[in-house]
């Protein structure tokens, strides 16, 4: 089982005790592998607005694939069993995999925890959408004008730039579509099933998965604005349709003590269905 | 000793075969094999909580044949006793080096070379962080290019317990 950590794309490492797979070894007797991938500026940003760059962290992940499938037979393991599993950006990064042409026979089954790849923004819960290279590259301009750098390959020498100082860049930004990760954008893919590469996928959200993170939310500082907000994503999640059993099913009053926020990381975490 | 013969580059003649060593693991002898990706060169250490970073070696040490060379790991870890995680029978190979990163923001590379000894007996260092969090102080000493920042660890069930000891 090799698991992607969670972080924003932004943080975390295979070397942090939430990633500590010793426990899951024991109790499921599997190979628990955990990687380190890039983040930020140096896994995210893109070079140019053609698409061949923007993706670079996601592709970390993919080498650490084949590494596996190549080597895991020494160590026990067995390369036609690999499941794919994440937490947060984790699992929005399980989310891409699983429609990359380049990380296809790589894994076998996916699981996806809190976290997924077509939300439409980073706004909300577990949400990374992916950005069009143009966009990307914009932001790219925009972080050459603030650092003072004439071109991407100013940015590339650390000579000129240490990573100490353009480290914090690009925080909490989406990957941007990357042509050797991805064709195209995965709400898209999604609805061809052969272009999902593992055979099995559990999806799934837990409820209390934001409480600690976005206090004490990420849409306002009240209950009425909070609850509002809500329903109008929903509503325009559902457009031209009556979202009334929607807002029923996940209405905070109802099923959730009154929490906003529990509502909606249950209804991001089974929205990934509905595409 | 014939367990570094039966691993070449392209297979392995044997099964798997995890070795409980009470051979010294001799930190010399790594750092001379491993000269241009050297973790421990560095300061990346990961020092929330739990790891203490004075660690005797002798009593932990495993290691597995593999395509790349010997790599050494450890079992019933003690920096991890006294915390939550079960360390007993569990054989952990905390930093292999899986890619090499030709340059910033360039796409990486598979890591494949082979050596006579891999040091997985600590974590390799963290990736930049993009935030600041005053636990990853340590790891921002390092560069994104010229560190290699592309570990992965693997823990594993011990399987075939060949264990010397009992041959000494």
């Known amino acids: 089982m090799v698991y992607l950590h969670a972080g924003g794309l932004n943080y975390g490492g295979s070397a942090e005790p939430p990633s500590y797979g010793h426990n899951l070894a024991v109790v499921g007797n599997v190979i628990v592998v955990n990687i380190n991938f890039r983040l930020g500026v140096f896994g995210f940003m893109s070079t140019d607005n053609n698409g061949s760059n923007g993706m670079n962290g996601i592709y970390d992940q993919i080498v650490a694939l084949r590494w596996i499938r190549k080597y895991i037979g020494n160590f026990g393991g067995d390369k036609n069993r690999v499941t794919l599993f994440g937490l947060g950006s984790g699992s929005a990064s399980v989310c891409l995999l699983s429609v990359s042409p380049a990380a296809r026979g790589l894994f076998q089954r996916a699981i996806m925890s809190s976290g997924e790849c077509m939300a439409g923004s980073s706004n909300r819960p577990g ?117 009334n059993r929607v807002k029923n099913a996940y209405s905070p009053q109802n099923h959730y003590g009154g929490r906003v926020m529990n509502a909606q990381s249950q209804y991001e975490g089974v929205r990934l269905f509905a595409f | 000793m014939p367990i570094l013969s039966s691993c070449t580059q392209n297979m392995c003649l044997t099964s798997p075969v995890i070795f409980y060593t009470p051979v010294k693991v001799n930190n010399n002898m790594i750092l001379q094999s491993s000269e241009n990706d050297n973790y421990k060169e560095k300061d990346y250490r990961f020092s929330v909580g739990t790891i203490s970073e004075n660690i005797d070696r002798d009593n932990f040490a495993v290691s597995v044949n593999t395509q790349i060379g010997l790599v050494i790991g450890t079992n019933n870890d003690e920096r991890f006793v006294n915390t939550e995680f079960v360390t007993d029978g569990v054989d952990s190979f905390l930093g292999i080096k899986y890619g090499r990163i030709p340059g910033r923001f360039r796409k990486s590379q598979l890591y494949e070379q082979r050596r006579d000894f891999i040091d997985a007996t600590d974590f390799g260092p963290f990736c930049w962080q993009s935030v600041d969090m005053p636990w990853y102080e340590d790891q921002q000493q390092s560069e994104d290019v010229s560190s290699p920042c592309l570990p992965l660890v693997l823990h594993t069930l011990s399987m075939l317990i060949l264990s010397l000891y009992l041959f000494l």
Do not use: C, K
């Open chain 1, 127 to 243: 949400g990374h959408d992916l950005l069009s290279p143009q966009d990307g590259y914009a932001i790219t301009q925009s972080i050459q004008n603030t650092y003072g750098a004439l071109s991407v390959d100013d940015l590339r020498n650390p000579n000129l730039y240490p990573a100490s100082e353009i480290y914090n860049a690009r925080v909490m930004g989406d990957p941007v579509l990357d042509r050797a990760v991805l064709q195209g954008y995965p709400q898209y893919l999604y609805r061809n099933p052969n272009n999902i590469n593992p055979f099995q996928m559990i999806v799934g959200s837990t409820t209390y998965a934001d409480e600690q993170l976005v206090p004490p939310s990420p849409y306002g500082s009240d209950v009425a604005t909070d609850l509002n907000a809500f329903y109008q994503t929903i509503q325009d999640d559902w457009p031209g349709i009556n979202v």
